[in-house]
Nanobody, 124 residues
């Protein structure tokens, strides 16, 4: 079965950086797009960024454009989220997910499998 295991969250001051990782198993990772979502306190889960199967296409939410970078290493079955210039409003639980259609959707209903979530807390 498909499994996504996340790591890399934590507490960071505003302006700092963190890198999240998501290691996939149980499917041919390089065939599928991947996405990152987040759920901020008291809010619904929202789209952050997506990447196509080969990394050639990316789709960023406006709120993170220019600060966050998604990348993937298909040899390691891993997708990364580099988060720079973090703000307190980036505080959330972050989730990686598999996009079976490889269409870099921003709609979470298009994603089939989800990681366990990683807490990111940005202090002011």
């Amino acid at each position: 079965q498909v499994q996504l295991v996340q790591s890399g969250g934590g507490l960071v001051p505003a302006g700092g950086s963190l890198r999240l990782s998501c290691v996939a198993s149980g499917h041919t990772f390089s065939n599928y797009g991947m996405g990152w979502f987040r759920q901020r306190p008291g809010k619904e889960r929202e789209f952050v960024v997506a990447i196509s199967w080969n990394g050639s296409s990316r789709n960023y939410a406006d709120s993170v454009k220019g600060r966050f970078t998604i990348s993937r290493d298909n040899d390691k079955n891993t997708v990364y989220l580099q988060m720079d210039s973090l703000k307190p409003e980036d505080t959330a639980v972050y989730y990686c997910a598999v996009d079976p259609s490889n269409s870099i959707w921003s709609v979470q209903g298009k994603y089939a499998y989800w990681g366990q979530g990683t807490q990111v807390t940005v202090s002011s």
